[in-house]
């Protein structure tokens, strides 16, 4: 887990940035998948997700499904219970951001048959 830590700085510091930039545009996700593919990664883990990474609905709708997961739910009815903190606080920001903070826009917008 310490991999979603790392920062540009440290790359920096370390004498990679170079590398960072010129192979993977800066990203250190795109770095770390990159190398090591065997892992399955979790990209809102990381300090910064890959660019237009929140504006794809597949992403919106894989990262409330592994929130769901993670609070314990078994059924979209489960996701009545969902709150802003719990996006929040699993790394959900930017995509509270795009539907004005409300779980409600979120969750309508990504499973339709939510009401």
Request: aromatic letters at 20%; glycine letters at 8%.
């Amino acid at each position: 887990d310490r991999w979603y830590d790392i920062s540009a700085a440290y790359i920096k510091r370390s004498g990679g940035y170079g590398l960072l930039s010129h192979y993977y545009k800066g990203s250190i996700y795109n770095a770390i998948v990159d190398i090591y593919p065997e892992y399955t990664w979790v990209p809102w883990k990381f300090n910064y997700t890959p660019m237009k990474f929140w504006s794809n609905s597949e992403n919106q709708k894989l990262f409330l499904r592994y929130l769901g997961n993670q609070l314990g739910y078994s059924g979209i009815p489960d996701f009545y219970r969902l709150k802003l903190s719990d996006v929040l606080s699993h790394g959900g920001h930017r995509l509270a951001s795009l539907y004005n903070r409300s779980t409600y826009l979120s969750l309508k917008s990504v499973f339709p048959e939510f009401e």
